[in-house]
Every structure is written in structure tokens, then in C-alpha cells.
């Protein structure tokens, strides 16, 4: 580690030698100061201040605004396609199963309890309210929705509805969802049953691998297919860097000056779990070896206080930055609405070169209302620190997404198939336990895809400060012999003159 850690600090003095050449870039202390020297396996951190160190904050959100405006079908398409090869993986044993008959219509079906397919209990959620617009996507259609979450939070809201997933999408169905409301023998449980394999449909010939993947394409993560990503995207941001919609006032309680804290939408013990998801996904993430063990899963009495602080924190609408002094940020969801409503529509109404300037104009709206919490003296700092944030914790945002009812619901199912009809797991934490391998390489791919396109702004802005360096370098070089020359030549002061203006460039 101390080799990693010399290595490392011998980085930063470069760096910080390259940039005496230029005051519009940041100093750095080249000294082990700097929080990822310290740090042997965490890429992310290390490439995050790399990249601020060669030109600071200004390029974080230049990867940003390319990731949100850019990248995201490049992210959408790996992540999707590395689930199709693990669920492959997990269920075929190299042998293509066929769809177990208790899973085809008229089968008893997958019963699944709403809680354990709904981590962040986003089903309690009503579209159609202001916060609902913030979480779901082409609401109006409701079960003929093509964003699977509102397809499922209307069949929820309303059992009678019979709409299968799939046919508002011009395909054959691919499941059918029913739920069992609280009070009924099933209580408060949805019941998945599909027509792949089942004779007479048509689809008798399809295997289970066969639903897994036409399941996984129908599947959007960020939104619907007619929804503008950026704007999915920013509300995914403000929710898992500052809870605001979690913490949106939905219910006619006045709150008391004194304490001046809107009421949550949910529970402490709710935001509690969501916060141990996090913690979980971070040291998936931060782990850059495939060897997961029950540590990821359990909690020392220090990491406890935290998660507890940052619920009890949520549930509050705000947030503690712990770089600046604890400064507690309240972003509020009206902020959040402003933002999705210049980024609402089709996509194909604006060009890529419009949409990212918007990106860029809403990222700095959030950064600005996060600085407007600060000092004057600290407003730069804090503004900057938004991008750094962001940046580090933007894999586990995509990463979550995963987490959703969308893709949970799939998992469930399968988990079903391997472990027996009836298996089950005990919430979100042991879920991803027993799915580690599958979380794991989504994480890899994720992280190298991020990495790599972080990497490249590194080394584009090191290019630029190394031919910066060779170009004065060779310049004064050129200014000394000049000199040089004419302090053995008899010319008159008006090329001193010329010469004292040469040197001034």
C-alpha cells in the first residue's frame, strides 16, 4: 500500500508542478492530504480528484452533462444486456429451461408480497400528484402504460384492471400482474402469470430464457420510451442526493416555524432501509474485486450512527455536507419540478447540442441552490462540491435503479424458479445477498463504463497542460536567445523597445 500511496502523491506533484503554469487552473497540494492517495482501491475517488485537480469542478460537469445528455442509452444497453447474461447464467445451467407450468396462465402463478418487490415504496405513491409526476413516466395510459412501474402501481391501485404487460407495445403479452388487495386471503400480494410455454398461445415453444430477455427489453430504466432521459435522470439525482421528493409535503399538516421541517411521505424505519441499500450498493461498488462476503452486509455500531443520522436527517429534507462543515442543504421539490418541466416532452423535439445546454443550466440551478447555503467566503466551495458528489456517486444512482419494482419484479420471479415457488428473502438487503453475483457484475459494468469516459477527461485535460508546458517551454527558450544575441550587437533602443514586447507575450 505505502508503493500505491508514493505513487500516487508523486502524481499530484506533477500535476501540481504542471499547473504553476497556469493561474486559471487549481492548486493542489501534492502532500497525502488529498483523501484517495490514501485510498489503494477506489478508482472512482482517485480519477474525481485527479480530474478537479487538473481542472477543476468545471469538469466535472463537463462529464456530466455528457453522461446525461450522451451516454445514458450506452449505460441503458450494457446494464440490460448484462442482466440477460446472468439471469441466463443463473437459470440455465447450461441447459435452456422451459417455463415452469405453475407460472403459465391458469397456473397458481408467482406470489409476490408488494413490500418485497417495492424497496423504496414507490407503489405508495399516486401518479397522478405532483410528487408521482417526479417518479413515474407516461401516466396518463395508466396499465397501458409503457413504463412498467405506473403499469404496476395502477394494477395495484385498482384490481380489477386485467391489462396485461406488453400489449400496449404492439407484442404478444408477456405477464400478466394481479393484485390481492389487504383483507383478502393473499393479502396485500401481486401474482405474476405469463403465457410463454403454455400451449395454444402461440408461444409454446418459448423457455423461460426467452421471457427473461423479451421481459428485460421491454423494460426501460430511465422512464418510458417516449420520455426524455435527462429529465428521468435529474429527477433520479435530486432524489438520491437530497431525498427532496421523499421528503415532498403531500398532506394539508402545517408544519411550526420553530423547526421549519416539511413532513416526510415516509417512515424513519423506511428511510432507514433505504439508506442501508445505499451503504450496501457503495461497498459493492467501491469493491474492486469480485470476493463479496457477509461483511457488505452487516453494520458496525459507528457505520449505524450514520445511517441512522442520515434517515433521521431525510425525514427532515435535508442533508449534512460532511467536506463543509456539516452544512445542512435543503433542496426543495418545487426545484425538482422546475428542472423536469424545461426537460419535459419527447426528446426528438430538441437537438442533443439544446438538450445539453439545458443539462448544464440545471446543474448548476442545483448547485447554486446548494451553495446558497453557505457563506459568500465558502459559495465557490460548496457549488463545486455538488459536481464532486454527483460524480462520485453517480454509479450507484444507475446502479439502484436496478433496485427498482421494474426489475426487482423479474428477479423475484426467477428467484421462484431456482429456489422453489414459494421462495422468498427477507427485504432488499438479503435479496441482494443472494443475488450478489448478479449485483457485482452490473456494478463492473457500470463502473467501466463511467471510469472510462472519466479517464478520458482526465488525460484530455493532461494533454492540454502538457503541451501548455512544451509551448513555454520552447518560447522562453526562444525570448533567452533572442536576448542573448542582441546583448552583443550594437542596435538602437527601438529594438530594445520591440524586444521588451516580445517578452511581455
Same mark, same amino acid.
Given at each position: ?5 508514493? +505513487?500516487?502523491?508523486?502524481?499530484? %506533484?506533477?500535476?501540481?508542478? @504542471? ?10 497540494? !501534492? ?37 446525461? =445528455? ?47 418487490? #417495492? ?8 401518479? *397522478? ?43 404478444? $403479452? ?14 396485500? =400480494? ?6 410463454? %410455454?403454455?400451449?395454444? =398461445? ?20 430511465? %422512464? ?11 429527477? @433520479?439525482?435530486? *432524489? $438520491? ?30 428511510? !432507514? ?32 450512527? *450514520?445511517?441512522?443520522? $442520515? ?37 426528438? =423535439?430538441?437537438?442533443?447540442?439544446? *438538450? ?7 446543474? #448548476? ?23 464532486? $458528489? ?35 428473502? #427477507? ?6 445477498? !443472494?443475488? !450478489? ?63 521588451? +514586447?516580445?517578452?511581455?507575450?
Amino acid at each position: 500500500m505505502a508503493t500505491i500511496i508514493n +505513487q500516487k502523491e508523486e502524481i499530484f %506533484g506533477n500535476i501540481s508542478a @504542471l499547473n504553476v503554469l497556469n493561474d486559471d487552473f487549481p492548486k493542489i497540494d !501534492k502532500s497525502n492530504s488529498v483523501s484517495s492517495i490514501n485510498n489503494d482501491t477506489n478508482s472512482t475517488n482517485f480519477l474525481v480528484d485527479l480530474t478537479t485537480a487538473l481542472a477543476g469542478a468545471k469538469a466535472l460537469k463537463e462529464h456530466m452533462v455528457d453522461c446525461i =445528455t450522451y451516454r445514458l442509452d450506452q449505460f441503458e444497453d450494457a446494464i440490460k444486456d448484462g442482466l440477460k447474461r446472468e439471469l441466463k447464467e443463473m437459470v440455465a445451467c447450461s441447459v435452456d429451461p422451459s417455463v415452469p407450468a405453475w407460472f403459465q396462465t391458469g397456473g397458481s402463478g408467482v406470489e409476490l408480497r408488494v413490500p418485497k418487490i #417495492d424497496f423504496y415504496d414507490t407503489m405508495k405513491v399516486n401518479p *397522478e400528484t405532483t410528487e408521482g409526476s417526479l417518479l413515474f413516466t407516461d401516466v396518463p395510459p395508466n396499465t397501458n402504460s409503457q413504463d412498467f412501474n405506473t403499469y404496476l402501481n395502477y394494477k395495484i391501485q385498482s384490481p380489477s384492471l386485467t391489462d396485461a404487460w406488453g400489449n400496449s407495445m404492439g407484442s404478444n $403479452e408477456i405477464v400478466t400482474a394481479n393484485f390481492n388487495p389487504v383483507g383478502t386471503t393473499q393479502n396485500n =400480494t401481486v401474482t405474476f402469470t405469463t403465457d410463454y %410455454g403454455k400451449a395454444g =398461445t402461440g408461444l409454446e415453444d418459448k423457455k423461460l430464457t426467452d421471457f427473461n430477455n423479451d421481459f428485460i427489453d421491454s423494460l426501460t430504466l430511465f %422512464g418510458s420510451p417516449g420520455s426524455n432521459n435527462s429529465q428521468t435522470m435529474f429527477n @433520479l439525482i435530486i *432524489e $438520491e442526493l437530497f431525498g427532496s421528493i421523499s421528503a415532498t409535503k403531500t398532506t394539508t399538516t402545517t408544519t411550526t416555524t420553530t423547526t421549519n421541517e416539511p413532513p416526510t411521505t415516509k417512515s424513519k424505519s423506511q428511510l !432507514k432501509i433505504e439508506a442501508e441499500i445505499r451503504r450496501v450498493l457503495d461497498c459493492i461498488l467501491n469493491s474492486e474485486n469480485d470476493a463479496i462476503d457477509d461483511s457488505f452486509f452487516t453494520f458496525d455500531n459507528p457505520t449505524l450512527a *450514520e445511517i441512522s443520522r $442520515e434517515a433521521d436527517n431525510r425525514s427532515k429534507g435535508i442533508i449534512e455536507l460532511a467536506t463543509c462543515g456539516n452544512l445542512a442543504v435543503q433542496i426543495n421539490s418545487n426545484l425538482a419540478v422546475e428542472i423536469s418541466n424545461s426537460l419535459s416532452g419527447d426528446s426528438a =423535439t430538441m437537438s442533443k447540442a439544446q *438538450e445539453a445546454k439545458k443539462v448544464a443550466e440545471n446543474l #448548476d440551478k442545483i448547485a447554486d441552490a446548494q451553495a446558497s447555503f453557505a457563506s459568500e467566503t465558502n459559495k465557490p466551495s460548496v457549488k463545486g462540491n455538488f459536481f464532486v $458528489e454527483l460524480v462520485r456517486k453517480f454509479c450507484r444512482i444507475l446502479l439502484n435503479l436496478i433496485i427498482s419494482p421494474k426489475f426487482i419484479s423479474l428477479f423475484a420471479i426467477n428467484h421462484q424458479i431456482i429456489y422453489g415457488q414459494g421462495s422468498t428473502y #427477507d427485504g432488499a438487503i438479503d435479496f441482494i445477498k !443472494k443475488n !450478489k453475483k448478479l449485483v457485482k457484475n452490473v456494478a463492473k459494468i457500470v463502473l467501466n463504463i463511467f471510469l472510462n469516459l472519466l479517464l478520458q477527461l482526465a488525460l484530455k485535460y493532461l494533454s492540454i497542460k502538457l503541451r501548455q508546458k512544451f509551448t513555454d517551454d520552447e518560447i522562453e527558450k526562444a525570448k533567452q536567445y533572442v536576448s542573448i544575441v542582441f546583448s552583443y550587437l550594437p542596435v538602437g533602443p527601438e529594438v530594445f523597445e520591440m524586444l521588451a +514586447q516580445i517578452k511581455k507575450l
